[in-house]
């Protein structure tokens, strides 16, 4: 119950910042890819500049969490699968403008072709479920508690 | 409605938010934050899948409800449009759609395959310093740039 509202509410603050900082028009991604502008470019590296040092730190010192247990990073080495996927998914990404939370943002700011871009998520990730029958490697990143993907 | 946020919040304010983001979600519940793994359990949700993750559901609930705050209540209201104005100077409505289908289909699959997309590996997989996320991040980073530019001579500098 409480895991769930912490849920709702990073979800709402994460999908606030993508809106605020207009992460969900297709013109400010396709601008940062052209290398119209780098806004988007320091967006990323300053979230990762302020996150991986206190990360770090908070590894170090083996913080216990409220609800869930002792602090712990996961990293894990680059496979094929990795590779593979981040191609595929940097291919997708610039035809399509978006990444899955700003598409669900654009929904949210009125953007009607969101109602294309969020089902062929869905499809693109159901085919590699079924792809793998549920025996993924799940890579790191968030799917880490995930047993298929 | 309230007009309350200007057009575009500067990087330097929405990195380091997002960055806290990150941090404070490992330090509440030792999560990852990510969007992909958001979009998994919710289709598990849909599926009636065994071991459905629930709170990635209300996180998936929260990205929608966090962006029609943002866009529709503290600013002055978003209208209804496609989205894609930028495509479809360029290509008829015919060709767009499948074109963000496609795309979308592909991110999709390159998400799963990769185990998470620009938040998951780009921001959160980098800040754990894990080298497989440094890897997605430079791989899907390499590929988007140059199909931009392919898209942009294919258009004749177009889009």
């Known amino acids: 119950m409480k895991f769930n509202l912490v849920g709702l509410i990073f979800g709402a603050a994460f999908g606030g910042i993508v809106a605020a900082s207009n992460l969900h028009e297709y013109d400010t991604i396709h601008a940062m890819l052209r290398f119209d502008e780098f806004d988007v470019f320091f967006l990323m590296a300053s979230s990762i500049a302020v996150s991986l040092p ?10 216990n969490t409220p609800l869930g247990g002792r602090l712990a990073l996961s990293r894990s080495m680059p496979e094929k699968h990795h590779w593979q996927g981040g191609v595929l998914f940097g291919v997708g990404w610039a035809i399509a403008g978006t990444c899955p939370a700003p ?22 990730l159901r085919l590699r479920e079924r792809q793998t029958a549920g025996s993924l490697v799940a890579g790191d990143g968030e799917h880490r508690e995930t047993v298929s993907v | ?28 519940a030792n999560q990852p934050l990510g969007a992909s793994g958001a979009y ?4 598990g949700l849909i599926r009636r899948r065994e071991g459905t993750v629930t709170w990635r559901v209300w996180y998936f609930v929260g990205m929608f409800f966090g962006g029609v705050l943002v866009t529709q209540v503290l600013r002055e209201g978003a209208e ?20 963000v289908f496609a ?30 996320s440094a890897a997605v991040t430079a791989s899907f980073m390499a590929t988007a740039i140059a199909t931009t530019f392919v898209l942009r001579l294919l258009t004749g500098g177009d889009l």
């Open chain 2, 1 to 28: 409605m309230f007009d309350l946020l200007p057009e575009r919040l500067e990087w330097y304010y929405g990195g380091p938010i997002l960055g806290l983001l990150i941090v404070g979600l490992f330090v509440v």
């Open chain 1, 103 to 124: 598409a669900l943002v654009m929904l949210s700011s009125g953007a009607l072709l969101s109602l294309v871009a969020i089902p062929g998520i869905f499809v693109g």
């Open chain 2, 103 to 132: 795309g979308a289909t592909l991110l999709g699959y390159g998400a799963a395959m990769a185990g998470g997309c620009t938040s998951g590996h780009g921001m959160c997989g980098t800040a754990q310093r894990s080298p497989a």
């Open chain 2, 80 to 99: 209804i449009r496609s989205g894609y104005d930028s495509l479809l100077n360029v290509f008829p409505l015919a060709l767009v759609i499948p074109m």
């Open chain 2, 40 to 43: 998994v359990q919710t289709a």
């Open chain 1, 54 to 63: 206190l990360l770090w730190l908070l590894e170090r010192r083996g913080v």
